[in-house]
């Protein structure tokens, strides 16, 4: 089960262009949903990691997630599709010495699951949050989610994240936590 001693939280790629290009619905979703997966992990106090493919040209991340991070906003910039194929982006995550990767983003049949797939290979426990990632395409999206099921990947729900990490009402942030998803 996921904790929050042994997480770091990936947020690949939700870009400005990148999220335009999604449905409207869809956007939105992913947007809001990302944007509490984060703020919940630093009020958790839970490692975030974020990169921006190519940004020079897809721009930066989206506005709701780099004002949750505030100061902490520091992305990686990437032209790889997995995310251990660039080097700073590896070394992060292998340095954090953190087993579960929670990961969100866009899109979910090249860099999600490019890095997932990756991140598996390494011995890596991968959840990924369904309903904080896209794909311009409904079909590439179930494509993706059933083969990181088959990969071994977990793939859940932002509110089932934040209540694993919570583990209890009794958790000292369980209040915080909880009005992010009322």
Known sequence: MLNTQDSI???????????????????A?????????????????????????????????????KNVLAQDY?????????????????????????KQVVIC?????????????ALINEGHEVFVVQNACASRSKYEFKCAMEYLKQAGAKVLSLEMVLFAWLKGAKHPNFKEVQALIK
């Open 29 to 65: 979703q992913v947007v809001e949903k990302s944007s509490k997966l984060v703020q919940a992990a630093k009020t958790l106090g839970i490692d975030v990691v974020l990169t921006e493919q190519y940004p020079k040209g897809l721009g930066q991340t989206v506005d709701e997630i």
């Open 105 to 117: 983003g866009i899109e979910s049949h090249i860099c999600v699951l490019q890095s997932a797939l």
């Open 9 to 27: 939280v990936l947020v690949i790629d939700i870009q400005e262009k990148l999220t335009k290009m999604l449905r409207e619905d869809v956007s």
């Open 74 to 98: 520091n992305p990686y910039e990437k032209t790889a599709f997995s995310v251990l194929y660039e080097q700073p982006i590896a070394d992060k995550i292998k340095h954090s010495h953190k």
